[in-house]
């Protein structure tokens, strides 16, 4: 059983940053993939980045990479998402999941996190 709890949302302007934390408990945490996803207000949650027990990572290509950065750190059982030049289109709850595989899919995904609303003004 792993549990997740993020941490670090909050209202920022445009060209801001952010750094998202997953604090998770359980003890092969370390083991798992890690996923973070967002989800803004009437649309469906995507896909932002993961990473694996290695430090293998996966970004989200349209519109993060190059922004955005995920990485862990496995002795504080702790992922971060850092979260740089913020737009407006960012807006959304963002949740981090744990899994086994490196996937860009929720399903892929078997523990979440409650989130944290991430708000970019203009």
């Known amino acids: 059983q792993v549990q997740l709890v993020e941490s670090g949302g909050g209202l920022v302007q445009a060209g801001g940053s952010l750094r998202l934390s997953c604090a998770a408990s359980?003890?092969?945490?370390?083991?798992?993939?890690v996923g973070w996803f967002r989800q803004a207000p009437g649309k469906e949650r995507e896909f932002v980045a993961a990473?694996?027990?290695?430090?293998?990572?996966?970004y989200r290509a349209d519109s993060v990479k190059g922004r955005f950065t995920i990485s862990r750190d496995n002795a504080k059982n702790t992922v971060y998402l850092q979260m740089n030049g913020l737009k407006p289109e960012d807006t959304a709850v963002y949740s981090c999941?744990?899994?086994?595989?490196?996937?860009?899919?929720?399903?892929?995904?078997?523990?979440w996190g409650q989130g944290t609303q991430v708000t970019v003004s203009s």
């Open positions: 999941a744990a899994g086994r595989l490196k996937a860009v899919v929720t399903t892929a995904y078997d523990y």
């Open positions: 990473i694996t027990w290695s430090g293998g990572t996966l």
């Open positions: 359980g003890r092969t945490f370390s083991s798992y993939t």
